[in-house]
């Protein structure tokens, strides 16, 4: 199954590790750490220009990336309880 995060960009489903909430997560010093060494390691890709409004972070070929979206994160959890390309 794929998750559309905006803009132009699927993810599939499988590859998801988790949906966070940009305000909630980043108030916690370890999530702003984590966040910085996958910005270092060019592991982060934003989903268009704005501020983004949550984050999934995803494992594909034994690596993570994170996905900066503008969509919240009630939104893409619902995505991704659905059925089918939303």
């Keep these: 199954m794929y998750i559309h995060i905006g803009q132009d960009t699927v993810l599939t489903q499988e590859s998801i590790i988790g949906i966070f909430d940009m305000d909630n997560a980043t108030s916690s010093y370890i999530t702003r750490e984590f966040l910085a ?3 270092k390691q060019k592991r ?3 989903v268009g220009s704005e501020l983004p409004r949550s984050f999934v972070v995803t494992s ?3 690596s993570d990336s994170v996905y900066l979206s503008l969509l919240s994160a009630a939104t893409l ?3 991704a309880s659905g ?3 939303e």
């Design 83 to 85: 059925s089918g390309l």
């Design 44 to 46: 982060v890709t934003a």
């Design 37 to 39: 060494k996958k910005e």
């Design 60 to 62: 594909e070929n034994d």
């Design 77 to 79: 959890s619902k995505r």
